[in-house]
């Protein structure tokens, strides 16, 4: 099948939906699919404002209608709500060609924690956009049904893997003298990082990864470790030489970096929200909390092997069947 793939998230981005959608094409192709992704990168683009390291496409609808129909795909999913995801819905409306869509990110709550802006409006905005898929792909079956309750149609799950050959156990046995929460991810104010940082607990905070926040907190947290963007292997070894993995978001519809903290065998401290309460077994791969010094207090008190087993129910070859029996001929 030649499938094309939509998005305004895609390369050289570094975030969850990027990840998702390479793995998704990655073992797509291997079992004999046609991929291509159409980003950004293919158009002219201007910065996304309040993060200007995402560039969104400008006025893509002609050149992404040409890419269309040299292609000529049989399926078309489109990953994002964006300018492309916008020009992608109308071009297919308007040729009256089917599609799927998927769901990423709770853009409302997102959206609110920069603008105040009602969550109603935003809903509103993204059920229309969503409303002419042949399905929606979410990750969870909280957000499917957070979702069926707004009004979403025709919801399926699509759900997230893990690299078991780059995320892995330390191989060293680690006796750390303080114990070490560690937080990797976009830094962003969507991601609630201040609350895993004001946490009054005797234990070395150590961040990994990049954003339009990171300037600030730097400043305001001085005594926090700020390692930046790591990838791979020496990410998963400073992962799984930490103690337990503090996710603090409160926005994400699934938390990829949850379950590669898992395969490397650290414990997850958590909101009770969507993602963290799909994946994480309260007291036994994690603790759920509304206070976050005690979801912390209480991760690390979880054996790491239950962490590690955990993790082997989610893989990469799993989620590709799932996107791949999601999809609809566009005629």
Known sequence: MKIIIISDAWKPQVNGVVNSLNMTCIKLREIGHKIEVIGPDKFKTFPCPSYPSIKLSLFPKRKLLSIIDEYKPDSIHI?????LGQAARKICLNNKWRFTTSYHTQFPEYIKARIPIPLSISYFFLKRFHSKAEKTLVPTKSMAEKLKDKGFKNITIWSRGVD???FKPSKVKINNKRKKAIYFGRVSP????????NIDLDIEKIIIGDGPSLPKLKKEYPDVIFLGEKFGHELSRIVAESDVFVFPSKTDTFGIVIIEALACGIPVAAYPVTGPKDIIEHEVTGYLSDNLDRAIIGALKINKNNCIQESMKYSWENCSK???SSLSLIN
């Not at 990953?79 to 300018?83: D, L, Y």
């Not at 969507?190 to 940082?197: D, G, P, S, V, W």
């Open 79 to 83: 990953a994002t709500e964006g300018p």
């Open 164 to 166: 078991k050959n780059i």
């Open 190 to 197: 969507e991601k609630n990082i201040e609350a895993f940082l």
């Open 322 to 324: 799932q996107f791949e």
